[in-house]
């Protein structure tokens, strides 16, 4: 596609629901990074796919977050039971290389508000 | 760890004013340095970046240099519009792979 396009964007999920939120990264792009975006901060890196494999997921907040990316285009995050704390803006974002100073692609994001 | 710390905002300047936006970083190595921007109800952007030291990013009449004596990348333009009013991050990626470190944020409005 165009860009890389979220689904849902808006979220509203009652405490302790499972939440999946969608990633169609630009076509072709290896690279697939999730970021967390708290009202008012910078985006906070929480996982990175390289084609299928993810390869560093050291931002995951918790083992309530998963993420996948099964035949390396489309990818899920995944949060169960949510919590309030979990209320964000999760962002995803593309790239075509692996290496240094390749701009990434941002989606507008999906706002998660958990109640 | 890699980070990036700015200058707070938020930043208020009239039409034609001259900006700045201070950026200094930590990183191991030799990091590429950016510089997104976020319009009011927009996604990410990337508006510059610089790769290597003394290299100068430059679009839409930003600038930015990196600076490794200093590990600075500050955010200059010299003649600001109302269209610029955003919120601008700075942020940087090690040369390993390009997993992005973002500063928090300083939020610029331009007001006529």
């Known amino acids: 596609g165009a860009g890389v396009s979220q689904s849902p964007r808006y979220k509203v999920a009652k405490r302790g629901q499972d939440v999946a939120l969608r990633c169609d990264p630009i076509s072709g792009h290896v690279s697939l990074f999730w970021y967390q975006q708290a009202l008012g901060q910078g985006p906070e890196f929480l996982t990175y796919?390289?084609?299928?494999?993810?390869?560093?997921k050291s931002g995951l907040p918790s083992d309530r977050f998963f993420a996948e990316r099964p035949e390396g285009s489309v990818s899920t995050l995944k949060i169960q039971r949510t919590q309030q704390e979990d209320s964000a803006v999760y962002l995803c974002?593309?790239?075509?290389?692996?290496?240094?100073?390749?701009?990434?692609?941002f989606g507008q994001g999906t706002r998660l508000t958990v109640v | 760890g890699d980070s990036v710390t700015q200058m707070e905002g938020p930043v208020t300047l009239s039409e034609e004013a001259f900006l700045t936006i201070n950026c200094t970083y930590t990183a191991t190595g030799y990091p590429s340095l950016f510089w997104y921007v976020q319009y009011p109800g927009e996604g990410l952007q990337l508006l510059l970046k610089?790769?290597?030291?003394?290299d100068k990013g430059s679009n839409k009449g930003f600038e930015a240099t990196y600076r490794k004596e200093t590990t600075s990348f500050h955010l200059e333009k010299g003649s600001v519009q109302v269209s610029d009013s955003a919120v601008y991050f700075c942020a940087l990626s090690r040369t390993s792979y390009d997993k992005v470190i973002f500063g928090p944020g300083t939020s610029l409005s331009v007001i006529p």
């Open positions: 610089a790769t290597k030291a003394d």
């Open positions: 796919f390289q084609n299928e494999a993810q390869l560093d």
């Open positions: 974002a593309s790239s075509s290389r692996g290496t240094a100073g390749t701009e990434a692609f």
